[in-house]
């Protein structure tokens, strides 16, 4: 199990250019994120999913995750 301060001391993932993606300590603080009007712009439509990497939480589009599934689905129950 991971503790806190496991996570803590783990770098954040940054992204290719080398800067620090967005994250967060829990799925309900990404997605609050997410639903601000002021962020909306840009993560609208994105999900919030646990980093294997580095324990936090990011919000990525679906396709990035699933790269398959943006030609599959057609619809979101």
Known sequence: M?????????????RNSGTLRAY???REAAEAFAAD????PVYKGDIA????KCGRWHLSRVEWLVPHAAGVMT???
Not at 49 to 52: I, T
Request: proline fraction near 7%.
């Open 2 to 14: 991971t503790t806190l301060n496991d996570l803590l001391e783990r770098e954040p993932c940054r």
């Open 49 to 52: 999913h646990l980093c294997h």
């Open 24 to 26: 967060f300590l829990s």
């Open 37 to 40: 009007p002021a962020n909306r």
């Open 75 to 77: 619809s979101v129950n």
